[in-house]
């Protein structure tokens, strides 16, 4: 029976298929037809002799029962479009183009243009389907057929990597274009011919604003690309996830790597740009979802996955779900992934053992007298294999033990296991810490419990202990727990003190960090203390600004703590190094957390938790403040009916995201929200800001200005108790609530906020959150990106003579060329030596063979062609400060002085090209002179002076000017010469500046004379002017003019006679003065600027 399946477009006259086929469904431009002698009623006489021809026929001419035929109203001639060999089957294809496809062909005007349209949507689906069977892996040739198109039509550079291909329709208006878009590392490119008609699309992933899934009347799904201030809508893709999914996976690593300058040293499969696949994104980004779903280090990759039945021995069944197998975890999630979910580090694992082959089950059992057993394995014995080799590996010496052992307290776990599920032992505890550091959580050292006190709150934290001893005695204790809707509930109504930090180590995941890490904080610490950085005195600074009102930040003791953590975390991360608001966060986890601990849980929070939080420009934050902005729109419409500018709420809730409601909160409040966030992550903010706005909505409305709805958020905030908190007052905020106009506003209990929270916005999935922030953050991005933008032109205007328009296209070619030295490569110098603490003048700087490439295209005379010294020596000229870098300032006073500066001016700018720099620049790279953010010593005298000298910096004057030698002034002169090729006036042009050679040799010669009257000479007869043969250029003769004068005679000429000689012949000051067509020139590096960087 043939399958089903999209035809190549064949014509067929209805008139002669109507004796064979029966109409089942029809529209006005597609009809499904039976087969007669198939289905219902068998048809007859007919039917018979039909269903005889087709019994008679063999495998390979047999035809489809069902087939699609597409038809317009005015036509006489249908085109087979689709096959299928059961009902089933072609009504999947028939739902397909009701969806897809009906609604569009309403936009076209004529009949041949729907038949086109439709016969390039249906080879390009069967065209599809081919390549998603496995073209690049089994097909090689039909994916170089595809990548040959690709070169061809696009002409991009050969380097760049095509990832995948996939047919859809391109939207030009409200008409579609039925084409192919290209997925390549650097772009997203999309080609279609029709009817004569070819259209052509070339968008850079960093160029990229928003990248969306979205629907509307005619589209039914689509994808939005906003790109350079245009929408681009692509639709009708046969696997349209699997696209989108691509697509968002190359727009981010475009943004990783070029805006946040990430090398991807840990992740192989990303690390070179030239091999970048289809496959490897994949994986890529199922491995981003598994390690931030089970809170997994960065090192971890999903290598198996099997679906499987866990016994659950609280609930007394087995639930659903999938095994997730890494290198060094064993992890389980239940299918809604909100019921039960487990991590079992190998570390932890004593055997494995197969109690029941008919099953398909087997056990793990883990150290602590505990086991799980697995059911319903399609594969188990390759899992049971594949969970000892890995025991096997990350076992310590200590643990392991004979396998007749393992087997027996396996088989006594199992028999335990079953007999009585309800009785599971308590995890071992922790490995103490390092002795180097304190043991101690600050809050046991200024507050510890008095097991004497029965005071009510003391009573309630007593039995909150107990709910979770219960808890621990049901569902395990430590790194293997089960997490299940009831861990959440407990959660919900508050941690007691006493095991706040062992809880929050477990549910960030900082226990298993710390775990394969030993000695490890020591150690940085040790290196970390007593360097001079840039972080460590921003560190200084805020150490007695960390909740100064405790009593442990009173002290050494805390104070000391906090600078250790800090500083540690600022030397392994350079790259964050210390940022404000690390210095609260980290405070309150060294209150219920010991010394490595606490740094353990900042790496969590830092790296895992709040990616990108905790850097120069906040990214992370901004991104959740937009996801935040989203779900006002969604949960609280009442309040954005009334303020339709959602801003106010990202900067007032900025401080909520960076510091997890601490800053806004008092400490005994915020302690909730904080274990709330450990166990549910970014979710957990956004519900809790959700449930403040809702909870002030009242107020919010009838405020008049933004001021008076931040008095109602913060008087809220002075009101929020912890009614059943067991801190003394002495440790306890005392917040602005306390006076009397506060205290008559009604209190909040936050254990009651964020039930709240959780009854109302609960329902919030973490993969929808995780879908928000993706698509958010390729706006903020480039928000920010527009912001810089918006802040290096104005610098820059002032200081030069070009439009604002001429200004923001030299800014766009600038950061383009910054961005091509990174496109193929990760060893480039601008990469490698990029600095993230510099001012936005410098974030976007060019190299010397970067600024090679684009200077030759935007200069106007072709000064330094075919002469790399020239461009050397441009590049020195320019680069200021000597770091090997031209930024986007120094780069655009060159081109004004070259495009708008006076005679002068463009003359000074030639005469110091042609004074070479002391030294080189070095071969592999660039030399920076700024430290690393958080790395090596700082000299603030040296920065102050440079600052300094660049405040007094006065114009400089051309007396300043250092005279040039014999040398330099052959290469001037022959600079000169080389201008005026292919000029109109060429002749008159060249016979001038041999005239001003010969004045200025002649003048010298008569200088030499009357200072050393007694030498013997060999000047030029006066009546012999040096000519153009005789001073040629270097195309035409290596000869020069002062072959008449004596070599060991030094000689040398100051600016002001070049200039003098120079301003006395009228058509040199004319070429000089000619306007120069800035925008002419702008369009052409724009089109050339591609194909230069290919051609370097």
């Not at 390549?131 to 990548?147: H, I, M, Y």
């Not at 900067?651 to 274990?675: K, M, Q, R, Y």
């Not at 480039?828 to 001012?839: E, F, R, W, Y």
Request: aromatic share 10%; charged share 25%; with cysteine.
């Amino acid at each position: 029976m043939c399958i089903k399946m999209w035809l190549k477009p064949e014509e067929i006259l209805l008139k002669n298929a109507l004796k064979l086929w029966v109409a089942e469904k029809g529209n006005e431009y597609f009809v499904l037809q039976r087969r007669r002698g198939y289905g219902e009623g068998g048809g007859g006489l007919t039917g018979l002799l039909v269903g005889t021809l087709d019994t008679m026929m063999d495998s390979t001419s047999k035809v489809a029962p069902f087939r699609i035929l597409h038809q317009t109203p005015d036509s006489q001639i249908y085109w087979s479009i689709a096959c299928g060999g059961t009902k089933e089957e072609i009504n999947q294809h028939w739902e397909w183009l009701e969806k897809n496809i009906m609604r569009t062909l309403s936009v076209f005007d004529s009949s041949d243009d729907i038949t086109s349209f439709v016969q390039g949507k249906i080879r390009g689906l069967i065209a599809e389907e081919g390549k998603v069977s496995g073209v690049q892996e089994d097909d090689p040739e039909k994916f170089r057929e595809a990548l040959l198109r690709f070169e061809k039509w696009f002409d991009l550079p050969q380097k760049e990597k095509l990832v995948t291909y996939y047919s859809c329709s391109y939207w030009r208006g409200r008409v579609p274009c039925q084409g192919w878009l290209y997925l390549s590392t650097n772009f997203l490119s999309f080609y279609s011919y029709l009817l004569g008609s070819e259209v052509k699309l070339v968008v850079s992933w960093n160029e990229i604003w928003r990248l969306e899934k979205t629907s509307n009347v005619i589209l039914t799904e689509s994808i939005h690309v906003l790109a350079n201030g245009e929408n681009h809508y692509f639709s009708m893709f046969l696997h349209l996830s699997e696209t989108f999914l691509i697509m968002e996976q190359l727009a981010d690593y475009s943004i990783k790597r070029l805006f946040d300058k990430e090398t991807f040293q840990e992740e192989p499969s990303l690390s070179d740009p030239l091999q970048i696949t289809k496959r490897g994104l994949e994986t890529n980004a199922r491995n981003e979802q598994f390690r931030a779903f089970f809170r997994l280090p960065k090192e971890e990759n999903l290598l198996e996955v099997y679906e499987s039945f866990l016994w659950v021995p609280f609930s007394h069944f087995n639930t659903l779900g999938k095994i997730c197998l890494s290198e060094s975890y064993l992890c389980f999630a239940s299918q809604d992934g909100s019921q039960c979910h487990v991590i079992i580090p190998m570390r932890e694992v004593i055997g494995v053992e197969k109690p029941d082959r008919s099953s398909r089950a087997l056990t793990v059992c883990v150290r602590g007298k505990r086991a799980l057993r697995f059911s319903e394995v399609r594969d188990f014995e390759r899992l049971g294999n594949a969970i000892r080799r890995r025991c096997g590996m990350t076992a310590s010496p200590q643990h392991s033990a004979s396998t007749e052992g393992i087997r027996g307290e396996c088989q006594n776990l199992i028999n335990h296991f079953e007999d009585n599920p309800e009785e599971v032992a308590m995890m071992v505890g922790q490995k103490e810490s390092s002795k180097t550091v304190s043991n101690e959580a600050l809050m046991t050292v200024f507050h510890p419990q008095d097991a004497e006190n029965l005071d009510p709150k003391m009573l309630k934290e007593k039995m909150k202990e107990q709910s979770w001893n219960i808890h621990f005695s049901e569902y395990g204790r430590g790194t293997s727990m089960f997490c299940t809707k009831k861990t959440r509930d407990l959660i919900v109504r508050g941690v007691p003190e006493a095991l706040r930090g062992e809880l929050w180590m477990l549910f960030s995941g900082a226990v298993n960090d710390m775990a394969v890490n030993p000695g490890y904080y020591s150690e940085i610490v040790d290196k970390s203390l007593g360097t001079s950085t840039l972080a460590t005195d921003e560190i200084e600074r805020d150490l007695h600004r960390s909740l100064p009102e405790h009593p442990a930040f009173q002290s050494d003791t805390g104070i000391s703590a906090l600078r250790r953590v800090l500083t540690a975390y600022a030397y392994r991360n350079p790259k964050i190094g210390y940022c404000q608001a690390m210095n609260i966060l980290t405070s309150v986890l060294l209150l219920y957390a010991k010394e490595e601990e606490a740094f353990w849980l900042l790496v969590a929070v830092c790296e895992r938790m709040l990616p990108d939080y905790f850097n120069r420009r906040i990214i992370g934050a901004l991104v959740d403040q937009a996801v935040f902005e989203e779900l006002i729109r969604m949960h609280l419409t009442q309040l954005t009916e009334h303020m339709t500018d959602l801003t106010f709420f990202s900067s007032v809730s900025l401080s909520w995201f960076l510091t997890l409601f601490i800053s806004v909160l008092p400490i005994e409040s915020a302690v909730n929200v904080v274990d709330c966030f450990f166990y549910d992550g970014i979710k957990a903010i956004l519900q809790l800001g959700l449930a403040v706005l809702d909870y002030n909505m009242e107020g919010l409305i009838s405020s008049h200005d933004d001021a008076e709805a931040v008095t109602i958020l913060s008087k809220f905030f002075d009101n929020v108790t912890n009614k059943d908190s067991p801190l003394p007052q002495t440790v306890q905020q005392n917040s602005v609530g306390n006076n009397d106009k506060a205290s008559s506003l009604s209190k909040v209990d936050i254990s009651d906020l964020i039930k709240e929270a959780y009854e109302k916005y609960g329902d919030m999935k973490s993969e929808e959150v995780e879908r928000m922030r993706k698509r958010n953050k390729l706006y903020v991005i480039q928000t920010l990106e527009d912001t810089t933008k918006q802040n290096v032109l104005r610098v820059v205007s002032q200081e030069v003579k070009f439009s604002a328009p001429q200004l923001d296209n030299l800014y766009a070619l600038f950061k383009r060329q910054h961005f091509l030295s990174c496109y193929w490569t990760m060893n480039s110098p601008v990469l490698l030596h990029h600095d993230p603490s510099l001012a936005y003048l410098e974030q976007y700087q060019l190299g010397f063979h970067q600024f090679r490439v684009l200077f030759s295209l935007l200069e106007p005379w072709s000064l330094c062609s075919g002469n790399d010294a020239l461009f050397l020596w441009a590049f020195r000229l320019l680069d200021e400060n000597q770091d090997g870098l031209v930024n986007f300032k120094e780069f655009c006073c060159a081109l004004d002085i070259l495009y708008s500066g006076t005679f002068t001016n463009k003359l000074k700018f030639l005469f110091k090209l042609h004074q070479p720099p002391v030294s080189d620049l070095p071969e592999d790279g660039v030399i920076r002179k700024s430290p690393e953010r958080g790395k090596g010593k700082v000299d603030l005298q040296a920065y102050l002076k440079q600052w300094q000298d660049e405040i007094l910096k006065k114009e400089e004057s051309i007396k300043d000017l250092p005279r040039i030698n014999q040398a330099q002034f052959i290469q001037f002169s022959k600079t000169l010469y080389n201008l005026f090729h292919g000029d109109p006036e060429e002749e008159s042009l060249y016979r001038a500046v041999a005239r001003v050679t010969s004045l200025l040799l002649r003048m010298e010669e008569v200088g030499r004379r009357l200072q050393e009257p007694t030498s013997p000479t060999q000047a030029a007869p006066e009546g012999a002017p040096l000519n153009r043969e005789s001073y040629s250029t270097p195309e035409r003769s290596s000869d020069t003019p002062c072959a008449t004068i004596p070599q060991e005679v030094e000689w040398s000429f100051a600016f002001e006679q070049i200039l003098a000689s120079l301003l006395n012949e009228p058509v040199l000051v004319r070429f000089f003065e000619r306007p120069v067509d800035i925008q002419a020139r702008l369009d052409h590096a724009k089109g050339a600027q591609l194909k230069a960087k290919t051609n370097k």
